[in-house]
């Protein structure tokens, strides 16, 4: 098993480790001067880009661990299996964030413990579904993700800890034998949490604008997320190659079929709906609204319909271009459904400060550094050998 | 193969949608939400109301709250609230218009029927009591997330946003203060033209008719909060429109109950997760024989190397 042996410390790590070392400090801020001391939240707006951003559309582009998985071990037989590892880290790191995310943005966290106390549990509550259903992926990603960490220790030829790989010889079989379960389960709960993330905006009512508020937001958050998952997968993938000069993945060209038809349903299902509920005339009235509709409609039509295009899926460049556009529409959206749509009440205006920005900012940098170290030390990129055997 | 790949797409996204698809449309046929009859609440009439802010220096006072100075009050001699805020449960504003009309209005918590805020909290942190439905808080439980705040149709908590160990503050009908040491809210009892009342939600209901019925040139036709999502115990009759008043015009559907349908229609019993889970494992489990019978794959390696171990 060829180990990818690559060096750690490079610009881009010092690069991101500023600006993880700028956000941690607005963090530290935020918990000596409060959450008003550092952000642009109201009462009006009481949540921002850590949730819109960090949580509602980060748990998205997380997905691609999630909408590989229904490709793999639902759709087609484990023909792609080669890509899932790296899908699984990003999605446990996206996911890491929306955590860690939720921490800096929750005012009384150390009261989050009610979670895990039945007697507090509100299971009327949307987010109460979100909080826990994310909490159980994040733990059913980790054990998805340890036959890799297992393996470093099964092929080690010199162990530093003898003991730790004759452990793992004898987990890793067990563990293979059973992962499916799990893997059922790493399918299920992002069903389960995505389409709750679309729920989450229902009880705000009016204060949302017709454009976005629908009973339907569950079912358009969860294919939403299925698209983007393939979305960022194409575009990681194709990013991949590039950065580490890896041959550009065939598989992508198949994922990028499905997009197309996804993304048709959801179209489909949002202007039905609008239709259904005599808002197609606001969606296209041509107000500050009606562009954000435009602007994220216009995105991810034209990434799913250059997707149509054999001619563009073949091209590495043009698969790239539509899976951007894809992610970017997608996210617009989620945007669009915490942020942009919501009107509390006249007078009140968000924008987020720079302190927010830095956090986000920090958070994601946190992440990269941390998928960028984990991917160099263990088995998480597909293998090359097995690679070519498989294509 | 991309044939087959359809049609099991097909199967998984209607598994998977029809639950969610389907709730919207089931929860259109939600029941109607009746008012309890030991619900208690304030009728302000905005007509009697002489700005005398009496109201909101006696709920400060009672309740514990701090003192907002105004803007460029630089020796802090005024309590001056713009709005409410984490200060500031209850408080009095003037209507104006160019033609000399005027009118007062009085805003603080609703204290809805169906609560937006009740539902949407995970914790349990933001209660209604019982009985007499007062919408009420407890801090000890609360984690701070402020899905309360995006819920509330009124825009009522409001959150400590300077401090460090934040809470949320909204008005709570004095149950812990006045109205159980004096069995009336702080700003009803204070109140000098009984502008606001306090009592049953029946009587103030009736009460609120009543005074239309008597005086329909002085009045507004309608009670806000008889229907507004899903109707208040708090409620209002006033000489100028509500609109003008600063209220927005809301539906009368409790978003509150919708959303409980929709997600209740989703999660009934656990049957949607649970089929789901199952079809997937189903699926899954046979494509895994199928992957292993075939005997090609990514981890040939490892199973030779499981086999020699065993």
């Known amino acids: 098993m060829a180990l990818h042996r690559e060096k750690i410390l ?44 960090d949580v509602a559309t980060g748990t998205a582009l997380a997905c691609g661990g999630y909408a590989l998985a229904i490709v793999i071990y639902i759709m087609n037989g484990w023909k792609y299996h080669p890509l899932i590892r ?133 079912i358009l958050f969860l294919i939403n997320a299925m698209y983007i998952g393939y979305s960022v997968i194409i575009f990681e993938s194709t990013l991949s190659s590039v950065v580490f000069g890896r041959p550009f993945e065939k598989e992508v060209r198949v994922i990028a079929k499905v997009v197309p038809y996804l993304t048709a349903a959801w179209l489909i299902i949002r202007f039905a709906d609008l239709y259904h509920r005599g808002h197609l005339s606001t969606a296209f009235s041509g107000d500050y609204y009606s562009k954000m509709f435009l602007v ?27 899976a951007v556009m894809l992610c970017v529409g997608g996210s617009w959206y989620r945007f ?20 927010e920005f830095f956090i986000t900012l920090g958070l994601v940098a946190f992440e990269i550094l941390g998928y960028m170290v984990l991917v160099k030390m263990f088995p998480i990129m597909p293998n090359l050998e097995g690679h070519k055997k498989n294509a | 193969m991309m044939k087959k790949t359809r049609r099991e797409f097909i199967k998984l996204a209607a598994l998977s949608g029809a639950g969610i698809a389907a709730a919207p449309l089931a929860a259109e046929a939600s029941a109607p939400i009746a008012a309890n009859e030991e619900a208690v609440g304030m009728l302000y009439d905005a007509t009697l109301c002489v700005g005398c802010k009496a109201c909101v220096a006696s709920c400060k006072n009672v309740n ?54 009740v539902s949407a909290c995970p914790v349990g942190a933001m209660q209604q009591e019982k009985g007499r439905g007062i919408v009420f808080y407890d801090k000890d439980i609360c984690i701070g997330c402020r899905y309360c705040q995006v819920a509330c149709p ?46 049953k939600r029946d009587f103030l209901l009736a009460e ?22 899903g109707g208040t115990n708090v409620i209002y009759i006033a000489g100028e429109t509500f609109d003008n008043l600063g209220f927005r015009e809301l539906e009368h559907d409790s978003n509150a109950a919708f959303s409980e349908n929709i997600q209740h229609t989703i999660y009934k019993g656990f049957v949607a997760p649970v089929a789901l889970y199952g079809f997937l494992a189903f699926v899954a489990l046979k494509n895994r024989k199928n992957h292993h019978g075939h005997g090609h794959g990514h981890d040939a390696k490892h199973e030779d190397k499981h086999g020699s171990e065993k």
């Not at chain 1, 991810?300 to 790239?320: D, E, Q």
């Not at chain 1, 669009?336 to 302190?355: C, D, M, Q, R, T």
């Not at chain 2, 507004?220 to 507004?228: P, S, V, W």
């Open chain 1, 336 to 355: 669009s459904v915490y942020i942009i749509g919501f009107n509390p009440a006249k007078g009140w205006e968000y924008f987020p400060s720079l302190p």
């Open chain 1, 296 to 322: 994220e409609t216009l995105l991810i039509a034209g990434g799913a319909y250059m997707l149509t295009w054999k001619h563009f899926r073949m091209s590495p460049r043009w698969v790239f271009v539509s």
């Open chain 2, 64 to 117: 514990d709250m701090d003192a907002a100075p105004a803007p460029n009050d630089a020796d802090r001699l005024w309590d001056a609230p713009e709005d409410l805020d984490y200060r500031t449960r209850n408080i009095i504003k003037l209507y104006k218009d160019g033609e000399g009309d005027f009118s007062y209005v009085k805003y603080q918590c609703m204290h809805c029927i169906k609560p937006s805020c």
């Open chain 1, 10 to 53: 490079t610009p881009s790590f010092w690069v991101l480790l500023a600006f993880t070392v700028i956000g941690f400090y607005c963090i530290g801020l935020r918990y000596v001067m409060g959450i008003g001391a550092v952000s642009n939240l109201s009462d009006g707006f009481p949540w921002g880009i850590w949730i819109a951003y």
């Open chain 2, 208 to 229: 609120a008719k009543k005074r239309i019925a008597e005086n329909p040139d002085k009045y507004q036709k309608e009670i806000y909060g008889e229907f507004e999502v």
């Open chain 2, 154 to 199: 009124f825009n009522i908590p409001k959150f400590e946003w300077p401090k460090a160990f934040p809470k949320i503050v909204k008005c709570d009908l004095c149950k812990f203060t006045n109205l159980k040491d004096k069995g009336i809210p702080a700003c009803c009892d204070v109140c000098p033209t009984k502008a606001v009342i306090f009592g």
């Open chain 1, 86 to 218: 790296s899908a699984i880290v990003t999605s446990l790191f996206g996911y890491a964030l929306a955590g860690f995310s939720v921490m800096v943005d929750l005012g009384r966290y150390w009261n989050a413990y009610s979670f895990f106390m039945p007697s507090r549990w509100q299971v009327n509550s949307v987010m109460f579904e979100v909080a826990v259903c994310v909490m159980a992926y994040n733990v059913v990603l980790a054990i998805e993700l340890l036959p890799a960490i297992l393996e470093r220790f099964v092929h080690s030829k010199n162990p530093r800890f003898p003991k730790l790989k004759e452990y793992a010889r004898k987990v890793y079989p067990k563990l293979d034998k059973i992962l499916i379960f799990f893997i059922v389960l790493g399918i299920t709960l992002p069903t389960m949490h995505q389409s709750s993330l679309g729920s989450m905006m229902i009880i705000a009512g009016s204060k949302l604008n017709p454009i976005w508020q629908t009973g339907f937001l569950p």
